[in-house]
């Protein structure tokens, strides 16, 4: 269990206040033992009385704020930086401020827009946004503004990496948004209710027609007639319908990276299913973000700790002489490959609702290489957006 993990050692690297340290790693530890974002499920984890709790929960909120630190865990070696959007349901909060309704018009909810750099097929979080219908109105906004307001907090450290985004991302606005910023992107086309138009160098429309177990590219095409793309398109055999990216890369590197893409979306997964992200409430907007980032600190930490609980039980030793394909070796740890569990289970799982033991040696070793990962992470100069 996650009893062993010392969140305070983790938490110093990223508040120079030790007390606040201190705080941070209560209430994460709290977060992993509730596995729920619910400031009531959290406060009856920590210490003491859980009204004490919450009330020191809250004054962390009014004091802190944690989203600054989660830029930190940016990864300057990333190859690509993902955005996934997840609408977060709140049906009865018909007074909170922020929570509107979602997209069939009736469901009361707001949205979440999780950045996030690739680690050993899952993800690392590094910075968040929220809206909703209501803070749209509010403040006279847009989704797309929104969008827009987190990438530009990434604009300094993309470089030549790519945004790799799904179908809720093409639309013509941010792509002309990510052209004139000069931001490589990999984002796949929504072909469900109006499939976007593309035309080639003379202005004839490209015909997005493929066949189950085809892989068809059309270079230097042009989105709605105004941003050029290259466009891939495949379909995989045994699936119901094709798949297309549209990206300033390299078509075929468009798509792999893509598909490096679809992989980690268990880190999504594990965030809701695991750690209760979809329970996420407070009264005010500010302090819901700033609760959703010790989340999302707190899932680094576990994913950490929890992926080297995988690779010790279920990593399988390579024998001297054995050929193993680079995609069968555990990253990092070239001595082991990975063996049938290791493929089933995410590190976080594994973590929090497997059951295991290990020697305190082997926990000690563990937690060592996990917070070593951790000091790499944060010890590097990254700009604060909030």
């Not at 409430?281 to 995988?310: C, D, P, S």
Request: hydrophobic residues 45%; aromatic residues 10%; charged residues 25%.
């Amino acid at each position: 269990m996650n009893k062993f993990i010392n969140n305070q050692e983790f938490m110093q690297q990223l508040f120079d206040d030790e007390n606040v340290a201190d705080r941070a790693a209560e209430i994460g530890d709290a977060i992993l033992a509730a596995r729920s974002i619910r400031l009531t499920d959290v406060a009856v984890e920590m210490n003491g009385e859980s009204a004490a709790g919450y009330k020191r929960i809250q004054r962390f909120l009014k004091a802190v704020d944690p989203r600054a630190a989660l830029w930190r865990l940016f990864q300057e070696d990333a190859e690509f930086v993902i955005g996934d959007p997840t609408e977060i349901e709140r049906p009865q909060a018909w007074k909170t401020e922020y929570v509107g309704t979602l997209k069939d018009g009736k469901t009361k909810g707001f949205w979440v827009l999780v950045l996030a750099t690739p680690y050993r097929g899952r993800a690392i979080p590094c910075g968040l946004v929220t809206y909703s219908s209501k803070t749209i109105a509010q403040k006279l906004d847009s989704r797309n503004l929104n969008h827009f307001r987190a990438f530009e907090a990434l604009k300094d450290m993309l470089g030549e990496r790519p945004l790799v985004l799904d179908r809720e991302f093409s639309y013509l606005e941010l792509m002309l948004n990510l052209v004139e910023e000069r931001v490589n992107f990999a984002i796949r086309l929504n072909l469900r209710a109006n499939p976007p138009k593309f035309f080639d160098q003379d202005g004839q429309r490209v015909a997005l027609t493929i066949s189950p177990g085809e892989t068809v590219i059309h270079n230097h095409v042009w989105y709605l007639g105004k941003v050029c793309v290259n466009l891939i398109g495949t379909w995989k055999k045994g699936l119901s319908e094709p798949l297309w990216v549209m990206t300033s890369l390299e078509a075929q590197e468009g798509l792999r990276i893509y598909f490096a893409r679809m992989k980690i979306e268990e880190t999504f997964r594990d965030l809701k299913s695991l750690l209760g992200m979809t329970k996420l409430m407070n009264k005010q907007q500010v302090y819901m973000e700033k609760m959703l980032a010790i989340l999302l600190l707190t899932f680094t930490i576990g994913l950490l700790v929890g992926e080297g609980i995988r690779d010790y039980l279920y990593g399988e030793r390579i024998a001297e002489d054995e050929q193993v394909p680079d995609k069968e070796r555990i990253p990092g740890t070239p001595s082991l490959k990975k063996g049938r569990k290791w493929k089933r289970y995410s590190g976080l799982f594994v973590l929090l609702k497997q059951k295991w033991s290990i020697s305190a040696n082997q926990q000690s070793a563990i937690l060592g290489a996990a917070l070593a990962v951790f000091l790499a992470l944060v010890q590097h100069p990254v700009p604060t957006h909030v």
